[in-house]
C-alpha cells in the first residue's frame, strides 16, 4: 500500500465531505470533549483496511490512538470489534464517514475475493481482477483482492499490453497489432492478446504473445484452445465467469481467472462505528 498516496486520496476525500466544517459536531463539542469509538462488524467477511483507519484519523488528529483488533485479511465474525480509536469527539466524528465507507467496501471486495477462490478450490488457477474498478478507489480496490487471496492484473494502462479485439480490428490482425508493440517497447513489458477463437490462439501463439487470455469462452472450448498453447505462454480465462461457475473455468487448469464482479458487483462489508464519551 503505497501509504503517500493513500493520503493524499484521504485528503480529498475529507474535503468533499467536510468543506469548511462539521456543522453538528462543532456546534456541540470541543477540543476538549474526548471519547472513543469503536468498529464493529455487523456480519461476517474479510476485513481489509488497517491503513486507511490509520493514515485516515492520524490525518485529521496525530494525538488519535488507534488499536486494531485484526490485520487485514483475517477473517472477522457478526459482532466481533475491529478496531477502537480514542480521541476528541470531533475529530472522530470527521473522520467517520470517509473511513467506514472505504473500510466496508474493502471488506467487501476481500470478503468475495476470498468466496471465489474457494468455490474455485483450485491449487494451480489465479483468481485475479480487472480495470473495471471504481474511479478513483483503484489503489484500494485492487488491494482488496489481494487481502482475500486474490492477484492483481495490470492496474492501468501504462504498465502492461493488452491487444483487444478493437486493437486487432483496427490493425489488421493479431499478429500486425503483436508487432507494432515490440517495436515500441521494450523486453520488460509483457503483451496479452485477447482471443475468442481457434484461429485468433493459433496467431497469438504465432506472433509470440506473452499471455492469451481465452475470451467469453466456455469452458470446453477453453481445453481444446488450451491444447495450442506451449507451455511457456500464460493462460488466462475471463468473460461470462460467475462465482457459481467458476469452478468449472478452475477445471480447465488456466492459470489465472479475471473477474471483474469482484470490483464492480460488490456488496460492501456492514461494519458500524459506536462512540462513547
Do not use: W
Amino acid at each position: 500500500m503505497n501509504r503517500l498516496k493513500l493520503r493524499a486520496m484521504l485528503g480529498t476525500f475529507f474535503e468533499e465531505d467536510l468543506g469548511f466544517g462539521d456543522l453538528t459536531s462543532e456546534s456541540i463539542f470541543t477540543e476538549k470533549d474526548f471519547g472513543y469509538g469503536v468498529f464493529i462488524a455487523k456480519d461476517d467477511g474479510v476485513f481489509c483496511g488497517v491503513e486507511v483507519i490509520k493514515q485516515g484519523f492520524s490525518l485529521l488528529n496525530e494525538s488519535v490512538s488507534i488499536d486494531l483488533h485484526l490485520k487485514d485479511g483475517d477473517n472477522v465474525k457478526k459482532g466481533e470489534k475491529i478496531a477502537t480509536i480514542e480521541g476528541p469527539v470531533i475529530h472522530l466524528l470527521a473522520g467517520e464517514r470517509v473511513i467506514l465507507n472505504l473500510v466496508q467496501r474493502m471488506s467487501g471486495i476481500a470478503t468475495l475475493t476470498k468466496r471465489a477462490v474457494t468455490m474455485a478450490n483450485s491449487t494451480h488457477t489465479k483468481i485475479c481482477d480487472t480495470r473495471k474498478t471504481t474511479p478513483g478507489l483503484r489503489l484500494l480496490e485492487k488491494y482488496a483482492v489481494t487481502c482475500g487471496g486474490g492477484y492483481n492484473h495490470r492496474f492501468g494502462l501504462y504498465d502492461a499490453v493488452m491487444i483487444k479485439d478493437n486493437h486487432i480490428a483496427a490493425s489488421g490482425g493479431i499478429g500486425e497489432a503483436v508487432q507494432k508493440v515490440r517495436e515500441k517497447l521494450g523486453h520488460t513489458v509483457k503483451i496479452e492478446v485477447e482471443t475468442e477463437t481457434m484461429e485468433d490462439v493459433i496467431a497469438a501463439v504465432k506472433a509470440k504473445a506473452d499471455i492469451i487470455m481465452f475470451d467469453n469462452r466456455t469452458p470446453e472450448e477453453i481445453i481444446r484452445f488450451k491444447e495450442l498453447v506451449p507451455k511457456g505462454i500464460i493462460t488466462e480465462a475471463s468473460g461470462g465467469i460467475t462465482i457459481e461457475n467458476i469452478a468449472s473455468y478452475a477445471r480447465t487448469e488456466v492459470d489465472y481467472i479475471s473477474l471483474g464482479l469482484l470490483t464492480h458487483s460488490v456488496k460492501a462489508l456492514d461494519i458500524s462505528f459506536n462512540i462513547e464519551v
